[in-house]
């Protein structure tokens, strides 16, 4: 089966810094990758995402790139702000939905 | 519209008891999941139904663990005897579509502690 790890599992970052978030995968036919965002309290919410036949996709401060060689994938927070910070898990996909172990990111005022 | 919601949101039984967590999906999604975070791992696949199907249940722990979707509305996800491992939280997700690239919608899911 698919096996997904995810890294740094905990992440303090200065507001206006960047913040990045990277997940290997091992499966080479999982084909989409979603990031969540989870707030304290709240239901994980989808971000972005990104397919196997783009390498890189940009919302705004956030982006996703994808190296399919070497089955990784990354989350890019550019500009953090304090409501950045929450939970991220990422996720690879074939048919069921793989998860990553979560990043807690905090951003300090 | 009313996203997935989940009951009960807390919930705190001895080992040995039985508890039932309920889901009911967005409206119209035919894909209902579980999937069930322990504590600092990962967001884990429970099983997956298609209407009141099980399409794919292969993340199911043991046979202690019972989900149901009688009618392809709601589900129930029913764990007797509870053990001290089954703590943590339990999400239930559901999609209009299935396969690669399809959107899933959690909820915010059903915490259970097993003391």
């Known amino acids: 089966g698919e096996n997904v790890e995810q890294h740094p599992s905990t992440l303090s970052v200065q507001e206006g810094d960047s913040a990045v978030i990277k997940c290997t995968y091992s499966?080479?036919?999982?084909?989409?990758f979603p990031w969540y965002k989870q707030e304290l309290g709240k239901r994980p919410q989808l971000i972005i995402d990104?397919?196997?036949?783009?390498g890189e996709k940009k919302d705004q401060r956030i982006a996703v790139t994808l190296n399919k060689t070497a089955k990784h994938f990354s989350l890019h927070i550019t500009e953090t702000q304090p409501e950045d910070s929450a939970v991220y898990f990422c996720?690879?996909?074939?048919?069921?939905?793989?998860f990553g172990t979560g990043t807690s990111l905090t951003v300090i005022p | 519209e009313a996203g997935v919601t989940q009951f009960p949101s807390h919930s705190v039984i001895e080992k040995g008891q039985t508890v039932t967590l309920r889901c009911d999906p967005i409206?119209?999604?035919?894909?209902l999941y579980w999937y069930r975070r322990v504590m600092g791992k990962e967001i884990k696949f429970l099983l997956h139904?298609?209407?009141?199907?099980?399409?794919?249940e292969s993340g199911m722990p043991n046979n202690r663990f019972l989900a149901e979707r009688t009618g392809g509305t709601y589900s129930t996800l029913k764990v007797q005897p509870a053990e001290l491992e089954d703590s943590g939280v339990y999400f239930c997700?559901?999609?209009?579509?299935?396969?690669?690239?399809?959107?899933?919608?959690f909820g915010e899911g059903s915490w259970l502690t097993v003391v």
């Open positions: 997700a559901s999609s209009l579509v299935s396969g690669p690239g399809n959107t899933i919608y």
């Open positions: 499966d080479s036919a999982s084909n989409y």
């Open positions: 990104i397919r196997s036949n783009v």
């Open positions: 409206s119209g999604h035919d894909n």
């Open positions: 139904f298609v209407k009141e199907s099980k399409q794919d």
């Open positions: 996720a690879a996909s074939r048919a069921q939905f793989y």
